[in-house]
């Protein structure tokens, strides 16, 4: 039978599904076409970049960091370069046992694994972190034989800081470290400029200048774009911006002089600020004990930090900057100022002093050898009576001891190129009542002024603060806010900028008062407490020694009681200037339960005066004599100061084979204290809070009962 087909319909049939196919096509095609339009016209920037990226890589290079060098241009920090062996943990699948498998290799001590496992959980896993710093060539040469075995371990190059005079003037310079979470934390409120200066940076500024001055000593990050292949390995460099290496210090400090101060302290506990009452230069700034802050550079190990955070002579604590303490009789000279610009006493109003002083029921003492008689202002400053100034306190008040005091800074921040500087407590009504919680603890009692006038009771001032004072009373009332950088240097246009002092407003003291005061202060080292320890001196000066109680006298107990317990000694303290007839140095120091001012403070004090002044240092015998407080003037035959080599002058980068990564810099001044600048200005950058340990406040001594002080 045949089958008649239908070839009309069948031709439309196919017509129809070729118009679909065709349909189809197009649609398809349009899609394609829409798509591309979309890749190529709207999304075009947006793939381009993201195709730079993954064909660019940029690197940051991270700049040197800036010198730090003193008034006569000895470097006092610089960089080095070394191989550091890094390991970056989310590459490794087995870090324990790579690092057991790496120990064979490379000298894994287990203090390294204790450093690394901290850094690990202070940085997020991806980062690359070192487990052993300071490699060898020799250990360098090993591990590049053997790094196949070692996916996700590494060595680089890296820049380290050196200290070269080690524990010297460790508090003033502080030391850099890794940033940890917290100064991570802390950089997400810096502008977007800063934030990009900062990508590549490992280490920061802890402490003291090298936090202070954080943006100026970083300098500027450079960085490098290279392309890559799609498996990550670079083809060509395309362009690429050098670093700024940061900006170099000068300090006004003489390391030598700061040197020589912490030696004569010895094993004692104490401070020392010495500066220029014509500028506010600070010339020393020393806390005793120290430490070597090169411990820190590339992370202290447990058992080191342990001993320095646990030692009960707390070398981390700067005491020349946070360590408050009762002034004692070095106070008296400005409780005499104050009555005289007050007119509450003249200087030729005489007190019997009878060597006690009753008030309120109750008797306040003098100290040991005070002599009895009538004593005008210039006797009772010269004799340190205490009787005088008991009356002169309960005449003035509290509040106008506060108000006539702060003003030469007792009690409130000297505003030094430092963070971390506490405030001290210089007493008032105002004060107590927001010291204490308790309506009967808020209240002031008449009797609780007695004390302030010898320096004691509520009083606790830092050595900065004290020898900010002694510098405002040598000039007369001129007012400097302390500095410790003199000048930024800009290593790139070779422009140093001037950070002098800034200049503030002098206080109005009438010079008829205050020649009363220095007169007196002059008198104390030619027939006073100090005049054994200037005998021969080849300069005039003044000064005040001071006694002050560690701790408080219980009822019925007396000093010789507590004796035994050598930190619930006194402290001795000293304040002076000189020359006597134009300042160029005033200074503050306190040596720690060391008794008498002029057995233990006040001999150091000579030996500056002598080093600034007449260029002499003291000879080995001396020196041995002042750190154990058994000597007052100068004994064996001074010697030259440019005669004497630093201490630790040879020492160089940890690794002697690793390049330095300075140049040495030339001199920047005299070694003595220099004139004032015409046009004071101040730099003082912004920085990142300090380490807990510095964070610390100094061990205020508990409030005295009031009693003898010399």
């Known amino acids: 039978m045949t089958v008649i087909k239908n070839l009309q319909a069948e031709l439309s049939r196919f017509r129809l599904r070729l118009v679909a196919a065709a349909v189809f096509v197009l649609f398809c095609f349009g899609l394609l076409v829409a798509r591309l339009v979309y890749l190529q016209i709207t999304q075009h920037d947006s793939l381009l970049e993201r195709a730079e990226t993954n064909r660019v890589t940029v690197l940051p290079i991270v700049p040197n960091r800036g010198l730090i060098v003193d008034r006569n241009g000895i470097v006092l920090a610089s960089n080095y370069s070394a191989y550091t062996l890094e390991i970056t943990p989310s590459k490794v699948p087995d870090l324990e ?32 972190l070192p487990i052993r710093t300071k490699l060898t060539d020799t250990e360098v040469a090993r591990f590049a034989a053997q790094r196949f075995r070692f996916p996700g371990v590494d060595i680089k190059a890296r820049l380290f800081r050196n200290y070269p005079l080690g524990d010297v003037g460790a508090h003033l310079l502080g030391y850099i ?4 979470q917290v100064e991570k934390k802390a950089m997400e409120d810096w502008s977007e400029e800063d934030i990009a200066n900062y990508r590549g940076t490992e280490y920061i500024g802890k402490l003291g200048l090298e936090q202070a001055y954080e943006r100026e000593l970083h300098g500027q990050t450079g960085f490098e774009e290279m392309e890559t292949s799609a498996g990550g390995r670079a083809v ?9 290496p940061g900006n170099t210090l000068h300090l006004s400090i003489d390391i030598k002089l700061q040197a020589l101060v912490e030696r004569l302290y010895g094993d004692r506990r104490g401070a020392l600020v010495a500066m220029d009452p014509r500028n506010g230069e600070v010339l020393a700034f020393v806390s005793k004990p120290t430490f070597d802050p090169n411990l820190f550079v590339d992370g202290i190990d447990a058992d ?38 007050t007119g509450k006493r003249a200087a030729n109003v005489v007190v019997q002093d009878n060597l006690t002083y009753s008030f309120g029921g109750r008797t306040f003492g003098s100290a040991t050898g005070d002599r009895a008689g009538p004593k005008d202002m210039r006797l009772a400053i010269v004799t340190s ?5 008991y009356s002169l306190a309960n005449e003035m008040g509290v509040d106008m001891i506060h108000d006539q005091l702060e003003p030469f800074g007792f009690g409130r921040k000297t505003e030094i190129d430092l963070l971390g500087e506490v405030t001290g407590i210089l007493p008032s009504t105002e004060w107590k009542r927001r010291a204490y919680k308790r309506p009967e603890q808020q209240k002031w009692y008449a009797g609780e002024t007695i004390s302030l006038g010898i320096g004691q009771g509520y009083n606790n001032f830092t050595m900065l603060q004290l ?51 220095r007169n007196a202060m002059h008198d104390v080292t030619m027939e006073g407490t100090s005049r054994m320890v200037f005998a021969g001196a080849q300069y005039q000066s ?17 000093y010789s009681s507590i004796k035994a317990d050598e930190r619930k000694r006194d402290h001795s303290l000293y304040i002076s200037f000189a020359p006597y007839q134009a300042p160029t140095i005033a200074l503050a120091l306190i040596v720690e339960n060391a008794g008498f001012g002029s057995e233990s403070a006040a001999p150091i004090a000579r030996r500056v005066f002598d080093y600034v002044l ?68 101040s730099a003082v950058p912004a920085a990142i809070p300090g380490s807990a340990a510095e964070r610390r406040l100094a061990p205020v001594a508990p409030r005295p009962n009031p009693g003898a002080s010399r």
Request: glycine share 8%.
């Open 177 to 180: 470290g890794r940033i940890n």
């Open 97 to 128: 046992a790579t690092i057991d498998v790496l120990s064979a290799v490379i000298d894994i001590q287990p203090r390294d694994r204790r450093r690394f496992k901290r850094l690990m959980e202070e940085s997020k896993n991806f980062e690359s």
């Open 542 to 558: 003044a000064g005040k020694t001071g006694t002050a109680q560690a701790v408080g006298l219980r009822a019925g107990q007396t």
């Open 236 to 244: 060509r460099r395309l362009r690429n911006r050098p670093p700024t």
């Open 304 to 341: 080191s930090w342990k001993e320095l955070n646990e030692d009960i002579d707390k070398p981390l604590l700067n005491r020349a900057l946070r360590g408050t303490y009762p002034p004692g009789s070095t106070f008296k000279p400005y409780m005499a100022m104050a009555a005289l610009n």
């Open 385 to 389: 009576s205490n009787v005088y100034f």
């Open 467 to 517: 020898a900010t004072a002694m510098s405002t009373l040598a000039s007369g009332g001129e007012r400097y806010r302390p500095r410790l950088v003199r000048e930024i240097e800009d290593v790139v246009k070779h422009v140093q900028r001037r950070t002098a002092s800034d200049a503030l407003s002098p206080l109005a003291l009438r010079k008829a008062d205050v020649d009363v005061i």
């Open 614 to 681: 007449t260029g002499t240092y003291p000879s080995e015998e001396d020196i041995a004599k002042v750190r154990v407080g058994q000597v007052g003037a100068p004994i064996g035959t001074p010697r030259r100061v440019e005669d004497i080599p630093l201490p630790g002058a040879a020492a160089s980068a940890p690794d002697a084979s690793a390049s330095a990564a300075s140049a040495p810099v030339a001199a920047s001044g005299p070694a003595g204290p220099t004139p004032r600048p015409a046009a004071p200005a």
